[in-house]
Structures are given as structure tokens and as C-alpha cells.
């Protein structure tokens, strides 16, 4: 069964640094997502992508976030200068269709820590 | 917001249905509901979706009230690897896309 998969697992950056984060989508999926979900919090969407460019993005994704689909595979979400409070749990998701009826399917998540 | 309320928590004995309740009573009339649940801090993985019919899959049925403003997610035979915490999500329509507002989710022990 296709799957969506994230890279790194656990990424542990100090504060300031750039991170990347990488997602593979599902490979016919034409819609692409980033959520975030700080420990024992809500799961928080970020930002959603299609043909290339981003549909909407939330309050959270301000400045310090870009997302970009750099082949016909990968989708990556990075932070230029990380903050004490973007440590959390990023998933990636996508789906075949942004309207309609198509639901979502989330990756493992990327656990990325600031120190 | 998220535009669904559930209750924060709910117990049921393995191998008894469990039935999970969501209320959703602002929904407008092509809103979808979703059900997914989380398991620790995994991603969240679909269960199942409707609009006004009742649906079964075979994880899972999905009753919705005829007026759609509640619905109930139903585990027919509860496992202890069912224990996550579930959520309902009603779709918020964006620019093009839709985006998923979650809540905080009920969630459910499975005990042996």
C-alpha cells in the first residue's frame, strides 16, 4: 500500500540553525501538506501546496518557514533560523485531490528538537 | 476553530463495539467529515469519511444524523491496538484546497 514517508525521523538542530525537512508524498498525489503538532498539543496545519505554489498557509508559517517541491518526488518544509518553540512533531500529508471528497494521508512525522 | 466537540476521553472492553460520538452541529451542507485516529505521537491515519449517507469500511461504519450536525464513528470489535486518541474533522475550505482543523480528539482506552 503506498505510503507517505518523512525523513529525518528525529532531528535535533541548535537554535538559529536551518533544518530541512524532507517527505516523500504519495507518489499520484497532486496535493501536498505540512502540520505540526507540539508535544501535547493539537495538530497544527502549516501550510498546503499545489501546482507549485503554495494554496494557503497559516499564522504559523510566517517568514522563517519555505516549502518546496524540488523534483517530481520530494516535498520539503524548511525553518531558516530555528526557534526554541518550533520543537514539535511535523507530519507531511498529501492527497489525489484538494476538493471533493479526497482524503488526506499523514507520514510518521519528523520529531525536530531545538536546543 | 475546529467546528467538531468531542468527549475527551471513553473506555470499552476488547471485543465490544466501541462507539465514538462527534458533534458537529455548525457543518455546512458539502462539508465532509473525517475520522482519523493517532496512535502515541504517530501521524494520523484515515479511517473513514462521509457526507449525509452512512458508511462502512472495513475499519470502521460512520453513522451521521439525518440533520448531520452529530455523528458517531463505530469499531465493531474493539482490539487493545485500537487504543489512540480519535478525531472527527469537518474540512475548512481554503484557497483551492481544503485544510483540516483538528481538535483535541477523544481518547479511547481499549481494556482487556
Known amino acids: 500500500e503506498p505510503e507517505v514517508t518523512q525523513t529525518p525521523s528525529h532531528q535535533v538542530t541548535q537554535m538559529g540553525q536551518e533544518v530541512i525537512l524532507r517527505c516523500v508524498p504519495i507518489s499520484n498525489h497532486l496535493y501536498f501538506y505540512w502540520y505540526r503538532q507540539i508535544l501535547g498539543q493539537k495538530v497544527e496545519f502549516l501550510v498546503s501546496f499545489y501546482n507549485n505554489e503554495i494554496s494557503e498557509k497559516s499564522e504559523i508559517f510566517d517568514d522563517q518557514f519555505s516549502v518546496e517541491r524540488p523534483d517530481g518526488s520530494n516535498f520539503t518544509l524548511k525553518i531558516r533560523s530555528t526557534k526554541l518553540e518550533d520543537s514539535a512533531m511535523y507530519f507531511c500529508?498529501?492527497?489525489?485531490?484538494?476538493?471533493?471528497?479526497?482524503?488526506?494521508?499523514f507520514g510518521p512525522g519528523t520529531r525536530l528538537t531545538v536546543t | 476553530d475546529a467546528k467538531t466537540t468531542q468527549p475527551p476521553s471513553m473506555d470499552c472492553a476488547e471485543g465490544r463495539a466501541a462507539n465514538l460520538p462527534c458533534n458537529h452541529s455548525?457543518?455546512?451542507?458539502?462539508?465532509?467529515v473525517y475520522w482519523y485516529r493517532q496512535i502515541h505521537s504517530q501521524g494520523p491515519q484515515y479511517i473513514i469519511h462521509g457526507l449525509k449517507n452512512n458508511e462502512t469500511n472495513e475499519m470502521a461504519s460512520l453513522i451521521i444524523t439525518e440533520d448531520r450536525k452529530s455523528s458517531t464513528l463505530i469499531l465493531p470489535h474493539a482490539t487493545l491496538r485500537d487504543t489512540a486518541v480519535y478525531y472527527c474533522?469537518?474540512?475548512?475550505?481554503?484557497?483551492?484546497?481544503?485544510?483540516?482543523?483538528f481538535g483535541t480528539g477523544t481518547r479511547l482506552k481499549v481494556l482487556a
Open positions: 455548525t457543518i455546512s451542507g458539502n462539508e465532509y
Open positions: 500529508a498529501s492527497s489525489a485531490g484538494g476538493t471533493g471528497a479526497y482524503e488526506q494521508y
Open positions: 474533522i469537518v474540512r475548512v475550505a481554503g484557497s483551492g484546497t481544503y485544510k483540516y482543523i
